[in-house]
């Protein structure tokens, strides 16, 4: 990538950012227009042109060391560029969900040899985290990984994970370790998609779409290189990636770091556009719509920017308080949908063919209950805030100490008679 002098004050770099931006991207609208959970593959597979090009003139990894290929700049400068590309909605760039834990946990070997091709798009990576009998329950996967000499031996399946058949690569979570309670026996691997015995499926979805992916593993060699963080200890490794995957950990790019743009902000851009096709802007009824998915959109923005704040003070607990805004965005995403089809009416629901813009409502509402099951249920946010926030006792359990395989035999020979 150009070099980029780490002495390059914020206020130049903003100037650099505004400029490149204006002669490299075309505005797109505000993030509050886009599909929500409707183009993750699409986007994944038609963008690598454009992120390599903003990596190229260092707007990618911008707080990422320069050992291991980002810019080695600051959250300021981070921030900067953020505030400056809000009016180009959608940028492309890499899965913060999983770059942001192998640069927490992986080695430096490991981060010097893949970041730099993660962060260009060389590489595109996604999660393979949950499975057909392991959703909510994360670490009940039963992906295996065992040792065979030198190498690992993976055999499993995941489910849902998102853009799947246009990367690269998987960060795949395996069970390692099966005579330990179940939280300590999982590791994570960096999974090559065209590896032998890699299998990936779409899931065609509600909407017409096949973001979604489930793949099987069949004795896929792995190496201990492609180990991320240290074996047997996985759900440490885990617990970063959910405060990414909710949006709280600085450069996310998810649900918070969106939140936290700046609260002055135009009135449901979306929402209005509708309801000027419609006919309706003098209509009682849609105008109050109208103002009630715009005080939702600004309280969600003043939760997003008061959560990061204490994040980055260091004064709360990042996977408790990142449930959160994702627990925001479970609730709100449905709301905001339906007020869509409700102010557009046929004009939300019928569209010139290829008009893309004019399909974005009805994808928000088929999509709508995304927020509210990917990532962790809103009864899973509800749980996280309740025992790591407020310090509720723990629901009970009765498998998180026995020996998984323990579980797994008391699972298959359960006959669900008490006593």
């Not at 950990?249 to 556009?273: N, Q, S, T």
Request: charged share 25%; net charge negative; proline share 5%.
């Amino acid at each position: 990538m150009s070099e980029v002098d780490v002495q390059e004050s914020v206020e130049d770099f903003r100037a650099r950012a505004r400029e490149w931006l204006a002669e490299n991207v075309p505005k797109r609208g505000s993030a509050e227009a886009r599909p929500r959970g409707a183009e993750g593959g699409r986007l994944m597979g038609g963008s690598r042109e454009l992120q390599r090009a903003l990596y190229d003139a260092g707007f990618i990894g911008i707080t990422v060391s320069k050992d291991f290929g980002g810019a080695g700049l600051t959250r300021e400068h981070e921030q900067a560029f953020r505030e400056e590309s809000a009016p180009y909605g959608y940028l492309p760039g890499p899965n913060m969900a999983c770059a942001g834990p192998m640069l927490t946990h992986a080695s430096d070997e490991f981060n010097r040899e893949h970041m730099p091709k993660i962060l260009s798009g060389e590489h595109t990576v996604v999660q393979f985290f949950s499975e057909p009998g392991a959703g909510s329950d994360l670490a009940g996967v039963r992906t295996r990984a065992e040792r065979d000499g030198e190498r690992w031996i993976l055999n499993g399946a995941k489910i849902w994970s998102t853009g799947a058949a246009h990367a690269t690569h998987g960060m795949c979570l395996a069970r390692t370790d099966w005579d330990v309670p179940k939280h300590r026996g999982l590791t994570w691997f960096y999974v090559p998609c065209d590896a032998r015995g890699v299998t990936v499926q779409p899931i065609k979805e509600i909407s017409g779409g096949q973001d979604f992916c489930q793949e099987f593993f069949d004795d896929v060699e792995l190496a201990d290189v492609d180990v991320i963080g240290d074996v047997n200890d996985g759900w440490t490794v885990t617990q970063t990636m959910l405060v990414y995957e909710r949006g709280a950990a600085p450069g996310g790019g998810g649900g918070i770091a969106m939140m936290m743009r700046p609260a002055k902000r135009r009135l449901a851009p979306d929402l209005v556009a509708l309801a000027e096709k419609s006919g309706r802007t003098q209509d009682p009824q849609v105008r109050q719509q109208i103002a009630r998915a715009h005080i939702n959109d600004f309280a969600r923005g003043q939760l997003g920017r008061r959560v990061g704040q204490l994040i980055a003070k260091g004064v709360a607990n990042p996977a408790g308080i990142a449930s959160y805004g994702k627990l925001a965005s479970g609730m709100l995403d449905p709301i905001r949908a339906r007020i869509g089809l409700e102010v557009g009416r046929t004009s939300a629901l019928l569209w010139e063919s290829g008009d893309v813009d004019a399909q974005s409502a009805s994808l928000n509402y088929l999509n709508g209950r995304i927020m509210s099951i990917a990532g962790g249920t809103n009864e899973i946010q509800r749980n996280g805030i309740g025992e790591r926030v407020l310090g509720l006792p723990r629901e009970p359990s009765f498998d998180s100490d026995k020996p998984f395989r323990q579980v797994v035999a008391d699972s298959e020979n359960w006959t669900g008679k008490v006593g």
